[in-house]
């Protein structure tokens, strides 16, 4: 039988059962794995609200309808702080259907004051005690990076003293995190959107990353902000290659899927393909359209993308 027709007969005969969408998903899990397996070369991982238009705003059917439609992975900034059944909820969906968890954001970020670039030692103390409790959320959802932002920059420090006191804190925050093998993965951003950001680009995440020397401090590198901040992308990328263990994507300008912008994200992607990665691919950005035409023109350019 035609799958999309089981898959909405089986809906109907659920209705009566009282299984709902996310029910006739959890019946269909095994042979939806089999399906996902060769849907993309690499792990792009979509955010909860970005198909709300076709699976509705429960966050189980949204992860059933990226599964369906070929996501081999999830990603989700608030995760730390959505409530713990649902956490356990989602966690549960995720492994019946073969999504692999991605970042989650691991602590407070300082917008607007210095902390971690300050050396203040109660700031430290309070970034690290928001390490400990990502681990118990790690542990829940099945994740293995959490995002780490150093915050606002100094103004009253050299740069020098600021990078090492950013570099002092990650080391004690590795330590913390190396025994349950999870990683933190540091996110430059650029400085047209996040103005007075202390890391914002990729050659100086490698330079902290090396100094801490650890396998639980590596880059995010977005290619969205790195594209603003620096450009010349694939360079950057094989030379950051090392401390890379993941991406995050938004065309530009616009911030908008992939093929809405400037950036040739076939040739990025074929990149990172041909380096083995084999990790997750965040999808960072908004919907170019709105509705259910919009949603579709993201999970287009993906395919498009992702065709090399």
């Known amino acids: ?16 059962l009282g299984l709902g969408l996310s029910g006739v998903n959890a019946l269909n899990s095994k042979e939806q794995k089999d399906e996902i397996l060769s849907a993309f070369k690499l792990n792009y991982a979509p955010h909860l609200n970005m198909f709300k238009n ?37 966690a549960n969906t995720m492994i019946k259907r073969g999504l692999s968890m991605g970042v989650f954001v ?28 990502s681990i ?12 780490v932002v150093p915050g606002y920059i100094d103004l009253k420090q050299n740069m020098a003293y600021q990078t090492q006191h950013v570099i002092e804190t990650l080391k004690q925050a590795s330590a913390i995190l190396e025994p349950h093998n999870l990683i933190m993965v540091l996110e430059p951003l650029n400085f047209r959107n996040h103005p007075g950001q202390f890391l914002s680009e990729s050659p100086q995440a490698y330079q902290i990353c090396k100094a801490v020397n650890s396998p639980s401090c590596k880059i995010l590198f977005d290619i969205y902000h790195q594209q603003i901040q620096e450009g010349n992308l694939i360079p950057n990328i094989e030379t ?14 616009g911030r908008k899927e992939p093929t809405t912008g400037e950036i040739n994200f076939k040739n990025v992607f074929k990149f990172i393909h041909s380096k083995g990665f084999n990790g997750i691919i965040g999808m960072e950005h908004g919907n170019s359209m709105e509705g259910k035409t919009g949603e579709r023109a993201v999970i287009n350019a993906y395919k498009t993308s992702d065709d090399f």
């Open 1 to 16: 039988m035609n799958r999309r027709l089981f898959v909405k007969k089986s809906a109907t005969a659920a209705s009566f």
């Open 54 to 90: 076709h699976a509705g705003e429960n966050p189980i059917d949204q992860l059933n309808f990226m599964a369906d439609e070929g996501f081999t992975a999830f990603e989700d900034n608030n995760m730390k702080k959505r409530p713990i059944e649902t956490q356990n909820a989602m």
């Open 106 to 133: 691991a602590h407070t970020i300082y917008w607007k004051e210095p902390n971690l670039t300050s050396g203040n030692l109660e700031k430290r103390e309070a970034f690290l005690n928001e390490i400990k409790d």
């Open 136 to 147: 118990e959320v790690a542990k829940r959802v099945n994740a293995k990076w959490m995002t």
């Open 240 to 253: 950051c290659w090392d401390e890379i263990a993941y991406f995050q994507v938004g065309d530009n300008p």
